[in-house]
């Protein structure tokens, strides 16, 4: 709710504003030439939401943007301009990893064919005929970058595929939220390093949670790991710090009330 927004901003705000881990890579060209190409864009951005993982997206236009990023995501594109190639080619050398569809950047624009064979030999490939099929695919992916050592997982240790989440590792605390998407999913537990984590509070409810949970359809739940200490919204931050006995400089004004700055 708009309340709950408000209470949790300062950790909303923090989540949100995060560096993305990953380049997901839009191709209009490829829109044209392809019915295909939109659906599969979707499906791989879940794939990577469902990984937990934080996503920024380049495209023709915006290629020079590559050079924010460490990891390039390439669905179903199988049209490019010739530029766009020689970008990525350059991302490659200068240490960058492409993770693409079979067959992506094949032909240029005009659907003219384009020698993409650096790119082929230079990038790990995946196939999506369904969401299912790829997820896991997605997951042996990134975990081998090293990107998924704090994961929601179910029992056997894998993440399940009807739910969001994002996390963030700040001021000694570990947030992560959740949201059901197919259904209720129960069980589940956060790792980190393959060790299950306890003693996470839903900031949410003010709750303790347990090592396992279930996370409901369409309902969020943000788990804090990690200190006791309360998560305050921006307006609050100067009641907060005097509170904590911090530096505060005092000057009067006209009338010879205390403003308060930090």
Known sequence: TALDLNRLSDAVSALDHQKKDVALFYSKPSQ???????IRLWQTYRNLIGCGLRVGVVSDRSVEALS????????????CKPETLAA??????????VFMQTGSFAKDQYNQSLDNSYLKSNSD????????????SFQSYFERLGMLNIKVCKSDGTIPEGIEWEKL?????????????TGDTADLHVEKNGE???G?????????????????QYTPILLRFGKDEPIVPPVLTELWQKNQM??????????????YRV
């Open 200 to 216: 996470a509070t839903n900031l949410m409810t003010n709750e303790k949670v347990g090592e396992t949970f279930t996370v409901s």
């Open 32 to 38: 044209v030439y392809d019915n295909g190409a939109e």
């Open 88 to 97: 990525v080619n350059e991302f490659i050398r200068n240490g960058g990893k």
């Open 246 to 259: 911090l530096q505060w400089n005092t000057t009067g004004d006209a009338a010879g009330a205390n403003i």
């Open 196 to 198: 299950i984590l306890s």
């Open 68 to 79: 924010k990023y460490k990891v390039l995501v390439i669905p179903r594109a199988y049209n």
């Open 169 to 181: 590792e700040k001021d000694g605390k570990l947030l992560v939220n959740i949201t059901g998407i």
């Open 125 to 136: 490939s995946f196939n999506i005929w369904t969401y299912s099929t790829a997820f896991s």
